[in-house]
Structures are given as C-alpha cells and as structure tokens.
C-alpha cells in the first residue's frame, strides 16, 4: 500500500462523490492506494451515498462536526507510507503522484510534500509562510505523522495546517513544496461560513502563536496579526466575527496547559526573521537605497520591518490594493492603495511577502504598473544574481520609458 488518500467532508454528497470518482481513476493500480473518508455528521445524506457507490472507500461516520481536524480521526485505520490530505472539492493529477513518491524517496527527510494548487479560474491558493502546508493537497511521510501527531483537534479548521507543519520542522522533518507535483481545488461554496472563517482565524492564530513560538516572538507577531486580521475583517465588515475570536482567543491562552516552545532555528526557517535582513541588508548595499516602498501588507511584514530598521531604511509606505486606506497605519507607515504609493518618492519597491504566490502576483502587478525597480528578496536563491540583473532590467525599462 502506497498511498492513503484521507479526506473529511461536511454536507457536500454531489462534490465528494465526484471528487471519490476521480480518484478511483488517480494512476496508480488498485492495489496500491486506498481512500479514507471522515464524515462529519452531514445531513445531506453524504454517508449513505459514499456506501452505496464507494464499497472499497473505507467511510467513518461520525456523530458531531469535527472540521477538517477530523482527518485526524482516520490516521489511525491509514495503511499507506504516504497520506495524502485531500478536500472534499480537491483531487491530484495522475502523474503527480508518482512524483510525489519519488521526491519522498529522494529525501528521507521530507515529512510533507506540498502540493500546487490551482483554482477554478487558473489562480493559484497556497500558505502565507512557504513551510506551511495546504489543507487541501498535501501528501506525508505516514512515519513523521505517527511521530508528531495529526492535526490539533482544538483548531476544528484554520491555522490547523500552521501547527503541524511548525512540529514537523522542529522534529527535523522538511515541509516543501513542488512544482510538479499538482492539484485543482473547486473551492465549492457549500459549507464555507465567511465570518467562522474570520473568528476562527483570529483565535486559532492567537492561540498558535502563544503555543509555539519562542517567547521574545509571541507578542510581537500576535500583536501584528491581531492588527491585521483586523483591518481584513473591517474591510468584510465583520467586526463583531473578529472580536468574538479575540475573545475566544485569550481566553483558550489564558487557560491553556499545551504550550510547547519550538526552536530558535525552526523559528527562523518559518518566518525567516535573520534571512530577510541579510538579503535587504544585501539589496541596500549594492543600489545605495534609502527610502523604500513596502509592497503588500502580508502576514510576515514584521520581519521586513526589523529588517528595515536595521538597515536604517526610511519606508515610507506599505502599498496593499486590497487594505489600502488614509487612516491605516502599521507602526507608524501608512498602509495606502497601489494608485496613491506610485506617487510617491522611493529608491525602490520591497516585496514584503514571503508567500511564493503572493509574492509572485505582487512583484508583477509591479512591474507591470511602475518604471522603478521592484525587488522580490526571494524571487532568486541567489540575491546577488538577481539583483544585478534588476537593476539591469530596471534601468533598459526606465530608459524605454523616457524615450517613448
């Protein structure tokens, strides 16, 4: 048994059975994966129908809504050396499954394969911090689950993917995704309550970095997500969402026995703190910047912030398309739209975002709309290279741009 495909689902009949029948058909013999469903007590009939088309999809029916945490609930029964974690709505493409395999051979200190996922509309969805997994296609070493654990049952969905993936890092295992290695994500509506998301994004989140991050980090980055989560739930107008997660949030820190401290070093690998200031440090030295524009108001601004401290770089903006507005501040910048930060003066653009596709978009956007040079730290795995070859770029664009 190779594969073990785990998938939990809450009243969604007609997508999941469509999703159990591309998998049957996934690329591999029969014999070499099976398919685990965790039914979260829907009341749409999911459970009956799974039975009646699905005879060799093993199906535990629960009697309670567990979330997506209730993947956990089938680990046990998983026979696969590989898990692969699945949403009802999300399914692999044939050859990447044998991919994925031969990745986890390569590397025996691969713990999770993470999956590129692409959207209905040809976008992709992946984590804010690039050693988190997606909830919605990831394949496991099934060894590094049964040693950290599954998903914390507490979450019931949101942040959950954070957890795990900060255990597998500190228990020396990698989180890494693939280019080659993709899945299509429906994103069916059904089931999906906006205002849970944000309530649950806040308490989870709070109550994740209370629980794992080093000491000297957890309020500062608290305190900044709590500031933008915020500013994305008055943007959606849900404000009474995001203080009932406050509230839930300190009250499970306050009450809580679980804390568990990862390293200083898989701290860095997640949020990237000391990488950023060598590379911006870098970035300052050969092009002699002194003042900068943020670029996106992302999950990990804080790191870039320090870093700019650091350098003595004056920032005089965060320029976020979606949370732009004159009376946002984050520690003093004003957080303005794209159109209000192209009038302004800086030496150069700073992506402050380490998600790989936000970055992407963000960089792009950019460049598409603005002569100056817009600076990704981690477009390239060498910043020298990429730097010369912007500022290179930059300058033939700029010329291109007097003559025309």
């Known amino acids: 048994m190779l594969i073990t495909f785990l998938i939990s689902t809450y009243n969604r009949r007609e997508v999941l059975l469509q999703t159990l029948r591309r998998l049957s058909d996934c690329g591999l ?45 089938g680990l046990p029964h998983a026979r696969g050396e590989f898990v692969i974690f699945l949403d009802d709505d999300s399914f ?6 044998q991919r994925m395999i031969a990745h986890f051979r390569r590397d025996e200190r691969l713990g999770a394969a993470v999956f590129t996922v692409t959207l209905p509309d040809g976008t992709r969805e992946c984590s804010a911090y690039p050693s988190v997994f997606i909830g919605c296609g990831t ?18 969905m949101q942040a959950e993917e954070y ?50 991050f080093p000491q000297e980090w957890v309020r500062p980055f608290a305190l900044d997500w709590m500031k933008r989560y915020y500013f994305i739930a008055a943007a959606k107008g849900h404000r009474t969402a995001y203080f009932a997660g406050l509230a839930q949030g300190l009250a499970r820190v306050i009450a809580s026995t679980k804390r568990k401290a990862i390293a200083a070093e898989t701290f860095e690998r997640f949020a990237r703190i000391d ?10 030295r050969q092009l002699h910047l002194r003042s900068v524009l943020f670029i996106d108001f992302g999950k990990n601004i804080l790191p870039f912030w320090l870093a700019a401290q650091a350098c003595e770089l004056n920032v005089i903006a965060i320029a976020d398309r979606t949370l732009g507005n004159a009376k946002r501040r984050y520690r003093g910048i004003p957080i303005v739209s794209d159109s ?3 009038e302004l003066e800086f030496d150069a653009a700073i ?51 007097r003559s025309a």
């Open 29 to 73: 013999e029969r014999e070499q994966f099976e398919i685990i469903v965790v039914d979260n007590a829907s009341l749409d009939g999911t459970a009956d129908a799974v039975v009646q088309e699905f005879l060799a999809v093993r199906l535990i029916a629960l009697k309670h809504n567990r979330g997506p945490c209730a993947k956990n609930v």
């Open 92 to 97: 692999s493409e044939h050859n990447s499954l």
């Open 139 to 156: 394949g496991f070493r099934r060894a590094a689950l049964e040693q950290v654990g599954g998903l914390p049952e507490d979450f019931f």
């Open 163 to 212: 957890d795990l993936s900060l255990r597998l890092m500190d228990a020396g295992w990698d989180v890494r995704s693939f280019s080659d290695l993709h899945v299509t994500h429906l994103k069916t509506p059904a089931s999906r309550f906006s205002k849970r998301v944000t309530r649950l994004d806040v308490r989870n989140n709070l109550v994740l970095a209370s629980r794992h």
């Open 275 to 284: 990488e950023i200031e060598r590379r911006l440090r870098q970035a300052q």
């Open 340 to 342: 209000v930060a192209r």
């Open 351 to 401: 992506v402050s975002n380490i998600s790989p596709v936000h970055a992407h978009n963000a960089r792009e956007r950019w460049r598409a709309i603005d002569n100056r040079l817009v600076i990704d730290l981690f477009e390239s795995e060498s910043p020298e290279a990429f730097i010369s070859a912007r500022r290179a770029v930059s300058g033939s664009r700029r010329t291109a741009a």
